[in-house]
T-cell receptor
């Protein structure tokens, strides 16, 4: 069974740029959630995708957007990057049919200069 | 306002000591999960508790869900240096889409 993978591992961008982060879900899982973890904080929910549709969203502005593909992999896009977007971005996969347990990938460390 | 309050925020103990981490809320959760996170890595799921009053054991770790499903605790017996890491509690609110609400975490350091 393949775990959750994310790419890239690290990324450095400048303010105002756009970024795309990628996530492959664990086999057998149909739901992907994205979280932002600032330094010294717990992860904060950004949004969740199920059947290629957004299935819930946290308190993040519209410049945070996402996609889910037919193979359940997902992308997180952030436009007009701000310094405060610097964080570890975590992807978690789960199955809506198997309860709420979520399994996390290793994360992408984004630094905005 | 933090929906899930985790305490203590930092804990530094000697090998062999016992410790307890607390996770408290005024909200009722349909389930609560405990994760451990190493620096620069994603959280790793330790346990899920779903029933009020439930107790689960994982070797030297004991997890308890409060009767009212508003709080939880993690107790580690005879801590080892390998237990060092960030411990996160995360709850799922009833009626939500299943997204996790995390506490800020407890950074545990166990010295040999």
């Amino acid at each position: 069974e393949t775990g959750v993978t994310q790419s890239p591992t690290h990324l450095i961008k400048t303010r105002g740029q756009q970024v795309t982060l990628r996530c492959s879900s664990q086999s057998g899982h149909n739901t992907v959630s994205w979280y932002q973890q600032a330094l010294g904080q717990g992860p904060q929910f950004i949004f969740q995708y199920y059947r290629e549709e957004e299935n819930g969203r946290g308190n993040f502005p519209p410049r945070f957007s996402g996609l889910q593909f037919p193979n359940y992999s997902s992308e997180l896009n952030v436009n007009a990057l701000e310094l405060d977007d610097s964080a570890l971005y975590l992807c978690a996969s789960s199955s809506l049919f198997r309860g709420s347990e979520q399994f996390f990938g290793p994360g992408t460390r984004l630094t905005v200069l | 306002t933090q929906l899930l309050e985790q305490s203590p925020q930092f804990l530094s103990i000697q090998e062999g000591e016992n410790l307890t981490v607390y996770c408290n809320s005024s909200s009722v959760f349909s389930s609560l999960q405990w994760y451990r996170q190493e620096p620069g890595e994603g959280p790793v799921l330790l346990v899920t508790v779903v029933t009020g009053g439930e107790v689960k054991k994982l070797k030297r770790l004991t997890f308890q869900f409060g009767d009212a499903r508003k709080d939880s605790s993690l107790h580690i017996t005879a801590a080892q240096p390998g237990d060092t890491g960030l411990y996160l509690c995360a709850g799922v609110l009833g009626g939500s889409q299943g997204n996790l609400i995390f506490g800020k975490g407890t950074k545990l350091s166990v010295k040999p």
